[in-house]
């Protein structure tokens, strides 16, 4: 065969039978496409409502006989069997990362109405340390409950290289034994739900993944079996790693994680910007709005309830006031030195700088990188979709724009405290005629 329907296939790559080939769809997109028995019935539509950066993304196929089959991304992984057999045993981080993502792929099939039935080290493709399930709702297996058992023989096979025994083995760390010996419980009903499993796994300390492949560099093999998407190196390997849990490569189809937190940052970037331009043009309104802002990104970041989180983000917010109150004082003090050269600086114009360099400092004084994190986290889910992020920059851009330009060309306005601006100018106005006097 050289077509499959619209797909142009370009070489097989393994499976029972070579039933996985490589094709290039209409648009050109490389995919993978799993050929299917005839008397196959494979649900594609609850197939594509699979949504998990750990499980691959189903894009299309055929349900009918006489020849069934799926299509999905196609990624150059390898088979976790293939992995552990070159390069050894999984232990630490990369084990926890691991058991973390199959619960979170089984957690995806199970809330789309589907089974794996089949997880094992030939259907699990290692991407850079992190597991794409792929292979999932080709058959009823044991249902729900056999998946689970499934995922603890899966993460006792990448820790010892052996099949499940009738005891959670003593390689595995202390913190994953028991939940793996309540997933191979004897009795299907005494074992946890993916979802808690998920649930247990993300308490469980979890270190940064370790740095993916360079840009470009090929994969050492290519897969074997069917079709995943093909997600950069995790996001552990930026070094400003998330808090909130075990670092996650980005869905198929939307842009790599280290893409993806690029486009965040510079959203946030810009985000700061019009912050520190609206300082500029309103010093009073500008600053509390600042440090509104910041408390709030604060307090979504911190842990604990809404009681105990605001309290504390608001007393650190507190602490970097003085930074940003010397920054504030400093500017101007330095645009009168500078006029002492000759000319004169508008006394307001000087305060209003001085304003935007308080509320830069409250933004990103050294040490002070929570909000900023807060901010890149925010903006993440828009920056994967390369759509929402360009009409997001776009946007942030053409606000940026205006903010700055308005406040180089406004005058400053301390509304309402008009008392604060008369004084502020009156301040300066002294100050430079005493400077350009000495």
Not at 201 to 226: D, I, K, Q, T
């Amino acid at each position: 065969m050289e077509h499959l329907g619209p797909y142009r296939l370009l070489s097989r790559l393994g499976g029972d039978g070579g039933a996985v080939h490589r094709a290039a769809g209409p648009d050109g997109r490389d995919v993978a496409i799993r050929l299917l028995p005839p008397d196959a019935a494979p649900d594609i539509d609850r197939m594509r409502g699979v949504l998990s950066p750990y499980a691959v993304d189903v894009l299309d196929g055929e349900p009918a006989p006489p020849r069934p089959y799926v299509v999905s991304r196609f990624v150059p992984g390898r088979p976790l069997a293939e992995v552990v057999a070159e390069q050894g045993r999984l232990a630490g981080g990369d084990l926890r990362r691991l058991a973390f993502g199959l619960a979170k792929a089984l957690d995806a099939v199970h809330g789309a109405g589907l089974v794996h039935g089949d997880l094992g080290p030939d259907s699990i493709l290692m991407v850079d340390g992190a597991p794409v399930v792929v292979d999932f709702g080709l058959t009823a297996g044991a249902g729900v409950a056999g998946d689970v058992r499934a995922w603890a023989a899966a993460v006792t096979f990448a820790a010892t290289g052996a099949p499940l025994p009738g005891r959670a083995p003593d390689a595995l760390p202390a913190d994953l034994r028991p939940l793996v010996a309540a997933a191979a419980a004897p009795d299907p009903g005494a074992r946890p739900t993916a979802a808690e499993l998920v649930e247990a796994v993300s308490r469980l300390e979890l270190p940064a993944a370790r740095p993916g492949r360079p840009a470009g560099e090929a994969p050492a093999a290519p897969p074997v079996r069917s079709p995943a998407p093909a997600p950069a190196a995790p996001e552990g390997a930026d070094p400003e790693p998330d808090r909130e849990g075990p670092e996650r490569p980005a869905r198929a189809g939307r842009r790599g994680p280290g893409v993806a937190r690029g486009w965040a940052r510079l959203l946030a970037a810009l985000v700061m910007l019009i912050a520190v331009a609206a300082a500029v043009i309103a010093p009073v309104a500008g600053l509390l709005l600042t440090l509104g802002a910041v408390t709030l990104l604060r307090a979504a970041g911190a842990d604990g309830g809404p009681a105990r989180r605001f309290p504390a983000a608001l007393g650190r917010t507190l602490v970097t006031v003085p930074y940003a109150a010397a920054a504030a004082v400093a500017v101007p003090l330095g645009l009168v030195a500078v006029s002492a050269l000759g000319g004169r600086v508008d006394s307001l114009t000087a305060a209003a700088f001085g304003a935007g360099a308080g509320a830069a400092v409250l933004w990103t004084a050294p040490g002070v990188d929570t909000p900023r994190r807060q901010l890149v986290r925010t903006f993440l889910p828009v920056a994967r979709r390369p759509r929402r992020a360009a009409a997001a920059v776009a946007v942030l851009s053409g606000l940026t724009l205006v903010a700055g330009v308005a406040a180089l060309s406004l005058t400053p306005s301390f509304s309402p405290l008009y008392g604060l601006q008369n004084s502020v100018e009156g301040t300066m106005d002294r100050l430079q005629t005493a400077v350009n006097r000495f």
